[in-house]
């Protein structure tokens, strides 16, 4: 998933998602916490995957993914495109008004707006960029 798309909450905490991903999240998928200070959506497919790893882990290491799927929840998409995320994923990652929606690999990302640009403004400098390209062999 690619792309940078703003997108604001209204009053019953709906979020619209972008056409570019509907298509790859599908019509209904899985969104939950993030290591960062946002949240994250997995289609159907991709959180199958990552649930089957889960599954392969010694139980012990499972129980370090229970907050990921005890706050997980499954959205599905409304005739506009748009999904209602809970209020205790939007507490959890400070979304209340403006959010910025990231298209990430094999994921999506829900951010708030102004904390995305100042993140993003030093994730997007060219010495980061070359720093991680180097780190990466590319």
């Given amino acids: 998933m690619t792309g940078e798309y703003q997108h604001s909450l209204d ?10 991903l509907r298509d790859e999240l ?3 998928f899985y969104v939950t916490l993030s290591m ?4 994250c959506a997995y289609s159907a497919e991709q ?3 990552f649930s089957d790893k889960v599954n392969a882990m010694p139980y012990v290491r499972q129980r370090a993914m229970r907050p990921l799927y005890a706050f997980a929840c499954k959205c599905e998409l409304d005739a506009q495109g748009r999904i209602l995320l809970p209020q205790n994923l939007r507490e959890r990652a400070g979304l ?3 959010v910025t929606v990231l298209g990430s690999n ?10 995305w640009a ?10 980061n960029i070359a720093a991680v390209m180097q780190e990466f062999d590319f």
């Fill in 11 to 20: 009053a019953k905490g709906r979020l619209f998602i972008p056409a570019r």
């Fill in 26 to 28: 599908g019509p209904a």
């Fill in 36 to 39: 960062d200070h946002c949240l």
């Fill in 47 to 49: 959180w199958q995957i």
């Fill in 96 to 98: 209340v008004k403006n």
């Fill in 106 to 115: 094999n994921h999506a990302e829900f951010w708030d707006s102004d904390e």
């Fill in 118 to 127: 100042a993140l993003r403004d030093s994730e997007a400098s060219p010495e």
